[in-house]
């Protein structure tokens, strides 16, 4: 079973185009993440939602917007791609956000996007 | 702003070799540090996870450390074999459980 799915694993479009990452997680999380890990392997967190309720965003371009219909959906709609959006992206869930005991995240298997 | 450094970035040892990855980190008000595996073109793995009030984890032949005092945290997989080969990233939970990564430790066993 999967725990925390994205679809689709490969996106491949031109510059200008609008596209969305979907990301389920089938865990009873509270909270869900998407990351950006970029060409040199860096990850990089960009948002967070809890309970359907963004919680972190980080310096990340508004054309990036994140939307939660539910706790067990985040996904990502980016408008404008450019070439530097190129990633794989990431989701990830938790059970909690913070305090003591914190939870460990879990990760999807990522969506490789590529703009040309 | 949390900076999390992995040392070596790249490492190839022989078959049954114990593997030591350092990692350490600038920001000790952490809630957790969470060890990942992660293989070419794949996902995240959870290793382990040690809470702030921690000082080891261990599962099989993996154990993980954590000095909050000195920001530095040293996975440990003893007896290596070719598929622990991988890259291993390290990453500290702060406000709002966000996740601050390491670049990883890539790491190669040679049979």
């Known amino acids: 079973d999967t725990a925390v799915s994205q679809t689709p694993k490969y996106l491949v479009t031109q510059m200008g185009n609008d596209k969305s990452i979907k990301c389920e997680q089938n865990l009873g999380h509270d909270t869900m993440y998407w990351y950006k890990q970029d060409s040199k392997k860096f990850l990089k967190i960009m948002f967070s939602y809890n309970n359907k309720e963004l919680i972190i965003n980080e310096t990340v371009p508004n054309r990036f917007s994140p939307k939660s219909p539910d706790k067990a959906h985040l996904n990502l709609h980016i408008n404008s791609l450019e070439l530097g959006d190129s990633a794989v992206y990431f989701c990830a869930s938790s059970q909690d956000l913070e305090g003591f005991p914190s939870y460990e995240q879990y990760f999807g298997p990522g969506t490789r996007l590529t703009v040309t | ?111």
């Open chain 2, 1 to 111: 702003k949390q900076e999390v450094t992995q040392i070596p970035a790249a490492l190839s040892v022989p078959e049954g070799e114990n593997l030591v990855l350092n990692c350490s980190f600038t920001d000790s008000a952490i809630y957790n540090l969470q060890w990942f595996r992660q293989d070419p073109g794949k996902g995240l793995t959870s290793l382990l996870l040690i809470q702030s009030s921690q000082r080891e984890q261990t599962s099989g032949r993996l154990n993980a450390s954590l000095d909050k005092s000195s920001g530095r945290s040293t996975l440990y997989i003893a007896a290596s074999q070719p598929g622990d080969s991988a890259t291993y990233l390290c990453a500290c939970a702060g406000g709002n459980n966000r996740l601050a990564f390491g670049k990883g430790n890539q790491v190669v066993v040679i049979p």
